[in-house]
């Protein structure tokens, strides 16, 4: 019996549990102090009233005879995926309802979908990335490359001139917080189209753009249908994170080889797995009702608050960053080392975030803060901030 | 870009498909005729009533700032693989907590963990089988082998003399029912340890089994924890079908080429999952407390009834089967062509069965029938049965 030997080249990611190894020995040191962390991209408001009732209402359906239902689609029940299909069109954007795939995660799906590609593609990953799309594909040998987000292309970097075979693009993107226009979008789509490539689109913050003139699907881009795949998230959009649930749109117009890939996902959705959660999608579908929207929007708004806050105390400042606008995200110039800057707005601060370093080669001198936290919390952290920084 | 060209070695499986077509035209032509099915495996009975109230509680939670909670551990919270842990131990099995790995369901893991093996391996598949375990390892590339399950075996093959790496078992088995004993099983382990072979053994239906002397985990034989890993459902158990939770077992005792098989299922789960649905795992350490468990008891009494029941009335029609006893299935020679005796059950009886030639080749003139049904249904399918046998 042999193992997949490419486990072993993975990298052991010590990012987040470095982080958690300080917080911990700077609290144990310091008992009377009171940290706050910027530092997790997880959500903290609750989820939308909607969302609660029509999963409480799904479980009680599941304990009577008469309306319980076993297993479901393996796309996912209408209800779910037509409300999906009717959010696109909200936005120009005209999909088939075959077309969406409903799941337990943007994760999932984004670490699943190589089971369709060969191993001997060639990856593009943007650095600096959100490391599971280089360890999904260590897993599986595929050659990487990168291409540099730099603070001179805004962390946006264009195409290069080398062949791809599988592009990621996050737009808005973790951790840098930068969107790509549709100027910068429509470059990738059009470098995608010439090499016959597929980009795998992280949509999962797309409910952050605030500017209507930039995209939140790389299906508002002309000849995206061709190359692209685009997964999108509960978690951020509707407070999901512990509740599970994604979609992953694959165009019928993307064919490779002669192969349908949405027929080969489908296929794989059905040999390897059974169906997202009912109660789970009833508390999606309730999130995309018009009432679930407004319930959304006021958390979305309270995060875009939390980011204006700090975005304005950077500005203030002088320091140059990414995010922060259309984004729960800001990256900003931390003015040298990443980690001791950490270390530095621990000790004389006492507020958390994420040194640049552990994303990336290209941003060792960056650091991240994420919205996600409480207003007061924010507030007082921004105060912090300018202390030490100031 | 290329895509995985093994995904076209995959064989469309047109089984159930078939099967509906064939009923819908039926009812189509025989608008007044009641059809009767005991063909799906999904189960009937709603939700125990724990489940459904630790749910409603689970989403009452998310929805409060106080007690919401975000992204959960990768492998399931505390509350849930302890009361897993515990389980077992009842049975005699002691288990590490950290061995025990919760997920959206036994199908999505019994795929995925091919993640962790090379694609030289050789695989042995138990012939009747469920389809799943032939088609993910077709995707990969693998060799695949066949043990005949026969009527002279009571479709419980023993190992064979060649060589395997990967080795699946099914008991109690889908389709034919039929339950390894404790010499049985364990004439698989020794096999597994002799040759440094993987056993992926499924227990999805571990519940139906009434005998307290055959197994009902792999590890309950002396020398699995070293061979084996261990995949487990709510689904059939406590009609977790729609709900969506599984369990993995990965000892920390199996290593493979200086690997621990636990370590990597845990960084392949931590990579490509983000952790199950907080509402899903309430609604599964509820079933798991005394109350669900007798909750969950009456159901699975309920269904072993109508397994009685089918398997009584096989019996004096002298009709040979295996399942029925410790299990939801009955798979019984049905003395020719499984697809002719299908059409004709549906002609002359209304009832609804599954063609054993949709399960391997060792079986095409068997049937199989299902203890999911309703009593009244099944009482009455047992009688046309009958008719058209006899």
Redesign the interface.
């Known amino acids: 019996?042999?193992?997949?030997?490419n486990?072993?080249n993975?990298e052991e990611s010590y990012l987040f549990a470095t982080v958690e190894r300080k917080v911990s020995e700077y609290k144990a040191a310091h008992p009377d102090k009171k940290v706050i962390s910027l530092g997790i991209g997880?959500?903290?408001?609750?989820?939308p009233?909607v969302?609660?009732t029509a999963?409480?209402e799904a479980?009680?359906e599941?304990?009577?005879?008469e309306t319980?239902?076993?297993?479901?689609p393996y796309r996912g029940y209408r209800f779910l995926t037509e409300a999906l299909q009717k959010q696109y069109a909200a936005r120009g954007v005209a999909l088939e309802e075959e077309e969406i795939f409903a799941s337990?995660?943007a994760?999932?799906d984004?670490?699943?979908i190589l089971?369709?590609?060969?191993r001997?593609?060639r990856v593009l990953v943007p650095d600096p990335v959100y490391p599971?799309y280089v360890?999904?594909n260590v897993?599986d040998g595929r050659e990487i490359r990168f291409v540099d987000g730099t603070a001179e292309n805004g962390f946006l970097p264009p195409p290069p001139a080398e062949r791809a075979?599988?592009i990621y693009i996050c737009s808005p993107n973790n951790p840098t917080g930068a969107v790509y226009d549709r100027a910068g979008l429509k470059a990738w789509v059009d470098y995608a189209l010439k090499?016959?490539?597929?980009i795998l689109f992280d949509a999962a913050y797309e409910r952050f753009v605030a500017d209507p003139a930039l995209p939140r699907s790389i299906f508002e881009i002309e000849g995206a249908r061709e190359c692209a795949i685009e997964f999108g998230s509960f978690s951020k959009t509707a407070?999901f994170?512990?509740?599970?649930c994604g979609y992953t749109v694959v165009p019928k117009a993307l064919v490779?080889?002669g192969?349908s890939?949405n027929k080969?996902w489908l296929?794989?959705q059905s040999?390897?797995?059974?169906?997202?959660?009912?109660?789970?999608q009833r508390?999606a579908a309730a999130v995309l009702t018009p009432e679930g929207q407004e319930q959304i929007d006021r958390n979305i708004a309270y995060y875009r608050e939390n980011a204006r806050l700090m975005a304005e105390a950077l500005e203030k400042m002088g320091v140059w960053f990414t995010g922060g606008k259309n984004s729960p995200y800001l990256f900003f110039d931390c003015g040298g080392d990443s980690w001791s800057f950490f270390d530095r707005l621990l000790e004389e601060g006492q507020v958390v975030g994420t040194p640049g370093a552990g994303f990336g080669r290209n941003c060792k001198n960056f650091f991240r803060l994420t919205a996600f936290g409480d207003r007061d919390n924010t507030l007082e952290a921004v105060e912090r901030l300018k202390r030490v920084l100031g």
């Open positions: 019996m042999k193992i997949n030997a486990y072993l993975l997880d959500v903290t408001l609750p989820l009233p969302a609660v999963m409480q479980a009680a599941l304990g009577k005879k319980f239902r076993g297993y479901g337990e995660g994760k999932s984004l670490g699943n089971d369709l590609f060969a001997d593609n599971v360890d999904t897993m075979d599988l090499w016959g490539a597929v407070g994170t512990g509740v599970r490779r080889e192969s890939l080969l296929r794989r040999t390897k797995y059974n169906g997202l959660s009912y109660v789970v508390g």
